[in-house]
């Protein structure tokens, strides 16, 4: 007699071996990211005040002092040159782009809350982290692709439109010269370096008129100036003290000082955008959040990272900003005022160490933070 079993039969695979579609993963996947990009690409008024200050202005700029210069090259200045790549460092990308970058993090971290489609992704399962994280590389994915092109053109104008020879205190002085070379071109031009260069105890008297030293009936009754060797004596003394100072005036700048200045307006946005994307979501908005980012870096920052308050030192240099000046690249003047130094130090002094734990803290509590609040959020 045949026995026919009434058992369904087993599946091939157990419970235990069903795989996972990983959605309570804190780690976002491509296809999250790819969303979050598309979401803000689409919007146009945003990337257009993106492209408009990493791109915009600085070619603007650069290209009205091209023409200016072509038109009549005696009366305006060479376009490029070190003068003008410090200019357009410190006055456009690192301030306006700290705040476009943050106003794009704002953006991000609040459009599911304004668009009321936060309940939506909720529902589908997705880790909260996930989604906050999402954003992160979806925002850098914009930012360094525009600060990488904006700050190209800079450079390649800066390099090949910069004058032929240097500018120190506004004389024009041939570029790269040997201390010596310094010294036999101040013997050649005394009447240059006695009027405009700085001299510490080395006494003499020349008078001297908005072009250069007086001569023939410039000279005030009963003056006399000395000899020329005289003059070319001093004139190397005060070269020879000079050099220094002159030796870290560049024409051009240099490839390592813009590779270290494009890292470091690129950290700058990036931290803009992480600052920004944590608070609006920690606020679960963005109008407020940019209002204060904004008088946050035009006033707050600036006016604390060149004043030392005693009881207050610890808390000042705990600010982003007053890092950010710490390990900017000492060829710059520096950002928030100061003497320039090894890292562009400010008026308030900071190690390099504590300028790099006050940076990675600001990135890694701000992103803690956001990603906090919109687990904790209501549906």
């Known amino acids: 007699m045949t026995v026919v079993s009434t058992t ?19 780690i976002p996947n491509g296809a999250m ?11 146009r008024g945003l990337m257009a005040a993106l492209i408009v200050v990493f791109i915009g202005l600085p070619t603007i700029f650069l290209g009205i002092r091209l023409i200016m210069h072509a038109v009549n090259p005696k009366a305006y200045s060479p376009a490029g040159g070190y003068s003008t790549f410090n200019n357009v460092v410190d006055g456009v990308l690192f301030i306006f782009g700290f705040i476009v970058a943050a106003t794009l993090g704002c953006f991000a971290g609040s459009v599911d ?31 360094i692709p525009l600060v990488a092109v904006g700050f190209t053109i800079v450079c390649a104008v ?61 000279l005030p009754p009963g003056v006399k100036l000395p000899s020329k060797a005289k ?76 004043h030392t308050i005693a009881h207050l030192i610890n808390a000042q240099r705990g600010l982003v900003g007053v890092a950010m000046a710490r390990i900017q690249p000492s060829a710059l003047t520096p950002v928030f005022g100061g003497q320039n130094g090894p890292g562009g130090t400010t008026t308030l002094p900071i190690s ?21 609040r919109m687990a904790k959020r209501d549906v």
Not at 272 to 301: A, D, K, N, W, Y
């Open 231 to 306: 003059l070319q004596e001093i004139a190397g003394k005060i070269a020879n003290q000079n050099y220094d100072a002159y030796k870290g005036t560049f024409r051009i700048p240099s490839v390592s000082l813009m590779i270290e200045t494009g890292l470091w307006i690129l950290l700058e946005a990036t931290l803009g955008f992480v600052i920004g994307l944590g608070l609006s979501s920690l606020m679960g908005q963005r109008t407020v959040p940019v209002v204060i980012l904004i008088v946050f870096e035009l006033i707050l920052t600036p006016l604390l990272a060149d």
């Open 352 to 372: 390099l160490t504590a300028a790099i734990c006050v940076i990675v803290a600001w990135i890694v509590g701000w992103t803690a933070l956001g990603a906090w």
């Open 33 to 43: 990211i790819a969303t979050r990009l598309m979401e803000l690409r689409k919007r």
């Open 158 to 218: 800066c390099v090949f439109a910069a004058p032929p020879k240097t500018q120190y205190n506004g004389e024009n002085v041939p570029s790269g010269l040997s201390r010596t070379g310094f010294v036999s071109w101040a013997e050649g031009h005394p009447g240059k370096v006695l009027c405009d260069f700085p001299s510490r105890n080395i006494p003499y008297n020349v008078p001297c008129t908005p072009t250069g030293m007086a001569t023939g009936k410039q």
């Open 113 to 143: 809350l304004t668009e009321g489609v936060f309940r939506h992704l909720v529902v589908t399962g997705r880790s909260r982290v996930a989604l906050y994280l999402a954003r992160i590389p979806a925002g850098l994915a914009i930012l």
């Open 8 to 26: 369904p039969p087993r599946s091939s695979s157990t419970r235990g071996s069903r795989p996972s579609d990983h959605r309570g993963s804190p």
